[in-house]
């Protein structure tokens, strides 16, 4: 417990030192963000609950606490929220879809040992649950690219007023694209560095590349990866047209004021 707090308190320091009120914000809204998680798990615990729309509710929650109170109420946040939302939505038919076919609901062979002590039967939709976490795994990441393509596009209409809907669109899809790439191999290796050690259990029980593939907490991960990466690919043409059009018509607005 001495080491965790150390480390918190050191984090703080840093975050405080570089981001100074902001990075004091981003310091508190971890905290807040874990929380909305935990009380997640606990709903989602409930006989009647659907684990998909608790955690809808619970991606809504974050990306308007890692929005708009780090980084307050504004264009570029409310069109990152809105198009966080919508990517949200239109990812999640995805993920149910491929984790109903793929089949990698519940636990794979590797995981019974552990948890032979306890009983499987949880009351819980286990299809619904996996969706769940994917979706959960993947909102961190749609934020991040929101808000990193709504804020330069802000920028760019800023010091150039005049510039027309269609070109700051075209400005935002290229600021995504140099984006997408680095963020696609951030994830790619966050996921597999969690599983190192499980695969190198998999190298020392002998597995073929073949039962490696098909495994079920392979095959489970490799659809968390999928999903991400076509989760930051939707958002950044969505993110480039919701906030290149509020800009556009925030700027209509003055003009008529006059």
């Not at 918190?8 to 905290?31: D, E, H, P, W, Y």
């Not at 809907?165 to 951030?186: C, E, K, P, V, Y």
Request: proline share 2%; charged share 15%; with cysteine.
């Amino acid at each position: 417990m001495t080491v965790q707090f150390i480390l918190a308190v050191i984090l703080f320091i840093l975050m405080t030192a570089v981001g100074g009120k902001k990075g004091a914000r981003s310091f508190v809204a971890l905290f807040l963000n874990f929380t909305v998680l935990i009380l997640s798990i606990i709903i989602m615990n409930n006989p009647g609950a659907n684990p998909v729309i608790v955690t809808l509710f619970a991606s809504a929650l974050i990306s308007s606490i890692t929005l708009f109170y780090i980084s307050r109420w504004g264009t570029k946040t409310i069109t990152a929220f809105l198009a966080t939302i919508v990517t949200t939505c239109i990812l999640l038919v995805f993920i149910l879809l491929f984790t109903d076919q793929a089949m990698i609901q519940g636990f794979g062979e590797e995981e019974i040992e552990e948890l032979a002590p306890y009983s499987l039967y949880v009351g819980v939709d286990f299809v619904k649950i996996g969706a769940a976490m994917i979706l959960m795994s993947t909102i961190g990441a749609i934020i991040d690219l929101t808000i990193a393509i709504s804020s330069p596009m802000q920028e760019i209409k800023y010091h150039n007023p005049d510039i027309d809907r269609l070109s700051l669109f075209a400005s935002g899809m290229s600021i995504g694209r140099d984006i997408l790439g680095t963020s696609a191999n951030t994830l790619f290796f966050a996921f597999f560095g969690g599983y190192m050690g499980l695969l190198l259990w998999f190298k020392d029980l002998k597995y073929s590349l073949g039962e490696i593939v098909n495994s079920k907490v392979f095959s489970s991960e490799m659809i968390f990866i999928g999903s991400s990466a076509m989760g930051m690919a939707l958002a950044i043409p969505i993110t480039a047209a919701l906030t290149a059009y509020f800009l556009d018509k925030k700027k209509e607005g003055r003009d008529r004021s006059f």
